[in-house]
């Protein structure tokens, strides 16, 4: 199995600040690199897929890049709504795995 | 719009089974596979397994084999889960998920507790 990690496990940063989060494949997956955000109580959501490519109507602020074990998502100036946890997760084999998640939280 | 609705929550006692359920609707059924994701309480994402919506093949998780069965129904638009032998550790928010190559919709969830 892929086993992705992530890093940092939590984050503080404030409104307006620039943040990012960084997944590592223990296996080249190309560019089959996802992103999800996922607050209290919801269902995640799927921010960035093919480790680059922004989903619909997802803020210009989240920027994911990487390929083949090292991957980062950036957000460029955070938001409130912004606070929550974050998954990267492999769609190169099954079984498909996500990493174990960064807490952004505020400061 | 694309959605996918669930079932309800689910208090199961250990060794029982529970089937959720997961309609679509806003899309057509047959383009896309499912897959299955859980989230135990405070932990994190746990893919179970995938479905094909168009021929039923599936491919599980190799720790869930032999316990769990995926299936849809194509007159309805409705993809199953059951999960069978149910212990403490099995209680957890289950997610049905539109899969083409990425989880772009969820279901809102289905929390299952399996208590005595």
């Known amino acids: 199995d892929v086993q992705m990690t992530q890093s940092p496990s939590s984050l503080s940063a404030s409104v307006g600040d620039r943040v990012t989060i960084a997944c590592r494949a223990s296996?080249?997956?190309?560019?089959?690199l996802n992103w999800y955000q996922q607050t209290p109580g919801k269902a995640p959501k799927l921010l960035i897929f093919s480790a680059s490519t922004l989903q619909s109507g997802v803020p210009s602020r989240f920027n994911g890049s990487g390929s083949g074990t090292e991957f980062t998502l950036t957000i460029s100036s955070l938001q409130s709504e912004d606070f929550a946890t974050y998954f990267c997760?492999?769609?190169?084999?099954?079984?498909?795995?996500f990493g174990q998640g960064t807490r952004l939280e505020i400061k | 719009q694309v959605q996918l609705v669930q079932s309800g929550a689910e208090v199961k006692k250990p060794g029982a089974s529970v089937k959720v359920s997961c309609k679509a609707s806003?899309?057509?059924?047959?383009?896309?596979?499912f897959s299955w994701v859980r989230q135990a309480p405070g932990q994190g994402l746990e893919w179970m397994g995938w479905?094909?919506?168009?021929?039923?093949?599936?491919d599980y998780a190799q720790k869930l084999q032999g316990r769990v069965i995926m299936t849809t129904d194509t007159s309805t638009n409705t993809a199953y889960m059951e999960l069978r032998s149910l212990t403490s550790d099995d209680t957890a928010v289950y997610y049905c998920v539109r899969d083409p190559g990425r989880f772009d919709y969820w279901g809102q969830g289905t929390l299952v507790t399996v208590s005595s």
């Open positions: 479905i094909g919506t168009y021929n039923g093949v599936t």
């Open positions: 806003g899309y057509t059924f047959t383009t896309y596979a």
């Open positions: 997760q492999q769609s190169y084999n099954t079984p498909r795995t």
């Open positions: 296996q080249t997956i190309s560019n089959y």
